[in-house]
């Protein structure tokens, strides 16, 4: 099986709400996409594509090469289709393999099951043509099978990525309450940051956001934190293509910046780790940190953005010591950053109304399973203030 230069469908997957951000990113890098999904996009190419996709993008999470898509309405005929495929010319019968699943089928009451099923195949079908049975696990750090099944429709793909892109590599210290990467990168393609101008990340947290905007700014691709993915354990690999595609992500990523990025939080142990994880990805030169209340940050003359990723709170029973947080990140903004685009991530609405401004966008995002929102003001003279709304 020619998987490295045959054509097939490639679902490139990513969290919910992500998707026009993975789009505008796969689009970018020369791909038509076929379709477009709440969790994700359809392409087509092959593993060899497969490898620019996964060192370049910043919002997905899996990149998928389908193998083969067939009508399986129970635990049989799920293994009758897949014993049929050469496993033997896909996996090194002397390495080893993982299966990971999503799964809707009324005859399968986990998924655990059901890859069970699948690894049964896949050894039998190798131990068959090479008389040697392949090793299988949990981990996904070799080939990696996935299995997507929905009611009679099973297809089986070549997880072509492994571990999840959407973790970056370099956040070796998460901090309290992490921001996932990829939606970090997210946030920051969905405001009007221009990449060339200032942003202020008061409140940075694990620094993930002020990181996040250095990288894009610079175009260094997270694939540079990286050197292991799944399609490295796919019989037919050539390394060359992978070192030339690195080479390239190297070649287009700068050193330095003409503008500031500025991260500040009262923590000095958020900003010592902020300062680590800049460190490890390369970008602590280009990020001015400072250990200061959020009113206190530098701010440049404009045009820039200021992103804040606050507290939430509880959902219900908002804390008074929260509401006086949002109301002065509200009086910072009108006052400090006039001429600026300020932007809120919060996935508490009742805390948003402390805020005070009139948001002129709303845009959706997931943090996990809360539902969030990433409220955008624009910050001139005469910014209308709204009163309290309890």
Known sequence: MQVFHTESKI???????????????VEELGFTPVRVFPTGIELLGTVTDTIALNLNLRCASQVLYLIKGFTAA??????????????EKLIDFTGYFSVTSNVNNEHILTPLFANVKVKDAIVDRIKAQKGIRPNSGSDGNKTVIHLYWQDDKAEIFLDTSGETLAKHGYRKIPGKAPMLEALATSIIMATHWDKNSTFINPMCGSGTLAIEAALLATGKCPGLFRMNYGFMHIMGYDEQEFFTERRKLKDKS???????????????????????????????????FSVCDFEETDVPE???????????????????????????????????????????????????KKIGLRAARKIEFYNGKLDCRLLEYELYEGTRRLPEIS
């Open 11 to 25: 679902i490139i997957t990513c969290n919910k709400r992500l998707s026009p951000y993975l789009q505008q990113e």
């Open 74 to 87: 129970g635990p049989q005929e799920l293994y009758n289709g897949l014993v049929e495929i050469e496993w």
């Open 302 to 352: 404009a045009p820039g953005i200021v992103l804040f990723n606050p507290e939430y709170g509880e959902r219900l029973g908002v804390h008074s010591k929260l509401e006086a947080t949002y109301a002065r990140m509200g009086d910072f903004m009108k006052k400090k950053c006039l001429g600026y685009n300020g932007y809120i991530f919060t996935g508490n609405p009742d805390l948003a």
């Open 254 to 288: 700068k050193k330095e910046i003409s503008f500031k990025i500025i991260a500040t939080d009262i923590s000095a142990d958020a900003v010592d780790i902020s300062q680590k994880n800049a460190k490890t990805a390369g970008v602590e030169h280009l990020i001015e």
